[in-house]
């Protein structure tokens, strides 16, 4: 049985930071590309980062750019989330993802294209 789950989340002040864990089981995180999402009330899930299985591809919605960082450790099995610079808009609900593929230099945009899911943390920052 696959398991993602998260860990890290809190409460925060606006510029601080937070470092997001997801640990995998049932399944090995090198042969995935695995993405960040948030959702926070009333809206859609969204991108927030994504790495592909070569950890040197990566992608950021504009709006994280220059203040997350996401990493990956194969041998932990655990893929991170770095946030600094915290915003109240970063507020939501966070959510790791993962999909199997062959392709090691894809990263995926869309939650359809992701088959496994952690439970997702919460986020929260106040101004």
């Known amino acids: 049985q696959v398991q993602l789950v998260e860990s890290g989340g809190g409460l925060v002040q606006a510029g601080g930071s937070l470092r997001l864990s997801c640990a995998a089981s049932?399944?090995?995180?090198?042969?995935?590309?695995v993405g960040w999402l948030r959702q926070a009330p009333g809206t859609e899930r969204e991108l927030v980062t994504a790495?592909?299985?070569?950890?040197?591809?990566?992608t950021y919605a504009d709006s994280v750019k220059g203040r997350f960082t996401i990493s990956r450790d194969n041998a932990k099995n655990t893929v991170y989330l770095q946030m600094n610079s915290l915003k109240p808009e970063d507020t939501a609900v966070y959510y790791c993802?993962?999909?199997?593929?062959?392709?090691?230099?894809?990263?995926?945009?869309?939650?359809?294209?992701?088959?496994?899911w952690g439970q997702g943390t919460q986020v929260t920052v106040s101004s």
């Open positions: 993802a993962a999909v199997g593929t062959d392709l090691r230099f894809t990263y995926y945009l869309r939650p359809s294209q992701y088959d496994y």
């Open positions: 049932g399944r090995t995180f090198g042969s995935d590309a």
């Open positions: 790495v592909a299985r070569s950890n040197a591809i990566t």
